[in-house]
């Protein structure tokens, strides 16, 4: 690539590279000003991706969750063999190599964690269970499961220049492993480096055909055609996302539509947090890196800094003497501690809104119409130097409230007490995040309850977690990443969270033999099959309602006394019988919960080595009817899910427990989870 040749992006849909009809919008270098890349989208079939990506969606939708979640393991595994190609391109976008870490590593960890999430988290089927089974009737004929199954329709992200491979990975992650593919709309400005990562994607053959398609340039009449089956998700400005929100086919359809907008999150220093102490110390740190880190060019970036009144002056110099140590430059350079905006444009725009904020405060460090580099040239190269302002008197103010700079600029504001802090960090109306430096746990919680409302994530921070903190602006895989109001209404990520929104969850009712054929899990009433010890069986043979009814145990007074001496256990219920009949709950002294579940093992396990390798667990264990001496116990065990472990000889199966009394009564209801071969030798 040359200045006279720059790249001509294309898009990927229907499973071929084309160019638009026209030569397009030139993308330059945002830190020297070179051309890039021609970007257009005009005249592409935006119907024909959208239908594509239906039809082909069902060989996505035929995988399990665990197939789909190695998949996605793979694919951040080829992606990062190849990352040094992505960080070199990623200079361009004025990234400096930290915050290409940020945006290109950051978006292969989140490929690698909902990988570890789907395998840990979710079943291997194809159908994902909800809640607990709904029992109808009293004869247990008629019951009711929530499921979730994947949407048949495609997923349209469309995605802010910020971050051109986290803001499509991270979308893409939880998507995919719903089991719905996407068409990937990238902002301009930095559309190449996305195009890039989606090439090498596409290249590696990991997906199946379809599942991920890519649109440089305009969507054109794309947002036309979804349907109800369709899901829409925006990052962006508040203004371009009500847009879309309203657009036609959207509100007609009722399609699903997420917005992450740009806010104005804040950090709050706490009262106890003066000069000298590691908090301090901690939120000058955390200002200034929020500010520097892409430039400032974050949505979670913080954009209002609230300070007890009495610690203005110290916190304006504290920020002056870090912020001039930030030398602005080319990205490449290894003087350059922060880079340039994404585009001249943006810089533009980022000046215009300063001069929005100077209503209500004035420049206390930086001057955004002198820019100082330590390389670059500032009339080819998008450089602004970090402005910090001050505003007196936030509490009667409106701009500072309502206008964001979106670049490396924050306000200044006091607080004469922690209620006006909180309710200043509420006048954004609606926030990403927003953080609070304490070390005092009363400040920490009359903060969190204020603010929470306001905000999809909150981090406190202290001197105890600041090796550990991954700060105030990182959104994480597992944490949602989202907020109401301002912040768009939105939620995205969350875990497992994130894959439910590209599902649909439905509620099925019927006999408990056709609900366990749905869902490929055994419940109460759904049919069973008793021959061998089901624990001599390896996956191959194992079915759900496989079932063993095993001999009876009676309880002894001397077994309790053994038990409670044997570990320690001498609760005043199993060893005094007057206190233990004055308890509402007991009729005297009663067997160790822990005693009725290692009796129900010693009946129900078959000891000979076979296929069940390990027991792993217990879930939901709960005592329901008290166990006194003389009573009679017995178990049913029923084979309730199997999970065989992709890439392993291995699998999971999870075992209905019910231990009974002699009256029939269930005194013991939990889940067994083992460890199960795939085969084994008869």
């Not at 005043?572 to 019988?577: L, N, V």
Request: charged content about 20%; aromatic content about 6%; proline content about 5%.
């Amino acid at each position: 690539m040359t200045d006279q040749t720059p790249l001509r992006l294309k898009s990927y849909i229907c499973g071929e590279w084309k160019a638009g009809s026209r030569d397009g919008q030139l993308l330059r270098d945002a830190g020297t000003g070179a051309p890039v890349a021609l970007i257009d989208a005009s005249g592409l079939d935006m119907a024909g991706a959208l239908d594509y990506g239906r039809k082909s969606g069902k060989a996505l939708r035929a995988m399990t969750f665990h197939q789909r979640a190695e998949m996605l393991k793979a694919l951040a595994k080829a992606l990062t063999e190849q990352k040094a190609e992505f960080h070199a391109l990623s200079l361009a976008t004025g990234a400096t190599p930290r915050d290409g870490m940020v945006d290109i590593e950051g978006g292969f960890h989140t490929l690698f964690s909902y990988s570890g999430q789907g395998r840990r988290e979710l079943p291997n089927t194809r159908v994902l269970t909800e809640g607990a089974v709904e029992g109808l009737s009293k004869d247990g004929s008629f019951s009711a499961q929530h499921i979730l199954t994947p949407l048949q329709g495609v997923a349209v992200h469309i995605n802010a220049f910020n971050f051109p491979v986290w803001g499509m990975l991270e979308k893409l992650a939880p998507t995919l492993l719903a089991g719905m593919p996407a068409i990937v709309k990238p902002a301009s400005q930095t559309a190449y480096l996305t195009e890039l990562v989606v090439r090498r994607i596409v290249e590696s053959g990991i997906l199946p055909e379809g599942a991920l398609q890519l649109i440089c340039g305009s969507t054109g009449d794309l947002l036309d055609h979804v349907t109800g089956q369709d899901v829409v998700t925006f990052t962006g400005s508040a203004n371009t996302g009500r847009m879309l929100r309203t657009s036609k086919a959207i509100v007609e359809n009722s399609v699903r539509f997420t917005m992450e907008a740009d806010s104005l999150n804040a950090a709050v220093l706490g009262p106890d947090a003066g000069p000298g102490t590691p908090e301090f110390d901690l939120f000058v740190k955390e200002v200034v890196r929020e500010m520097t880190v892409k430039a400032g060019q974050k949505c979670t970036a913080i954009r209002r800094v609230l300070v007890p009144r009495a610690q203005v002056q110290a916190v304006t110099e504290a920020l002056s003497l870090a912020l001039g140590k930030m030398g602005v430059g080319l990205p490449g350079d290894e003087v350059t501690r922060m880079g340039a905006l994404a585009s001249m444009a943006q810089r533009d725009e980022v000046r215009a809104r300063i001069r929005d904020l100077q209503d209500d405060a004035e420049i206390v460090v930086g001057n955004p119409d002198a820019v100082t580099l330590v390389s670059g040239d500032a009339d080819r190269g998008a450089f602004l130097n970090p402005v910090v302002l001050y505003c007196d008197r936030p509490d009667t103010a409106r701009a500072v409230h309502d206008v964001e700079a979106f670049g490396p600029v924050s306000t200044l504001m006091p607080y004469d007490d922690l209620e006006e802090a909180v309710a200043l960090t509420q006048r954004g109306k609606g926030s990403l995040a927003a953080s609070v430096f304490t070390d005092d746990p009363a400040v920490a919680e009359a903060a969190v309850l204020g603010m929470a409302p306001f905000h999809g994530r909150i981090l406190l921070g202290n001197r105890a977690s600041a090796k550990t903190s991954t700060g105030h602006g990182a959104p994480l895989p597992n944490l949602v990443h989202g907020g109401p109001g301002r912040a768009g209404g939105g939620e995205e990520m969350g875990g497992i969270r994130g894959v439910k929104h590209f599902m649909q969850r439905t509620a099925v009712q019927g006999t408990p033999k056709l609900l366990s054929a749905v869902t490929g899990r055994w419940i109460p009433g759904a049919p069973t099959r008793e021959d061998i010890h089901p624990f001599r069986k390896s996956l191959a043979d194992l079915r759900v309602g496989d079932r063993i009814v095993t001999a009876t145990r009676e309880v002894t007074l001397d077994d309790i006394e053994h038990f409670a001496r044997f570990t320690g256990d001498t609760f005043y219920a199993h060893m005094d019988e007057e206190a233990a009949k004055a308890n509402p709950f007991f009729d005297g002294r009663v067997a160790h919960g822990y005693l009725i579940v290692s009796f129900a093992a010693g009946l129900f396990v078959q000891p000979d080595p076979g296929p069940v390798l390990a027991n792993y667990g217990v879930d939901n264990l709960r005592f329901l009817t008290p166990v006194n001496p003389g009573d009679v116990l017995g178990v049913e065990l029923t084979c309730k899910e199997i999970n065989p472990r992709e890439n392993a000889d291995h699998g999971e199966v999870r075992w209905d427990c019910r231990v009974t009394n002699q009256t029939g009564a269930v005194v013991a209801q939990y889940d067994v989870l083992t460890m199960v071969a795939k085969t084994w030798p008869q």
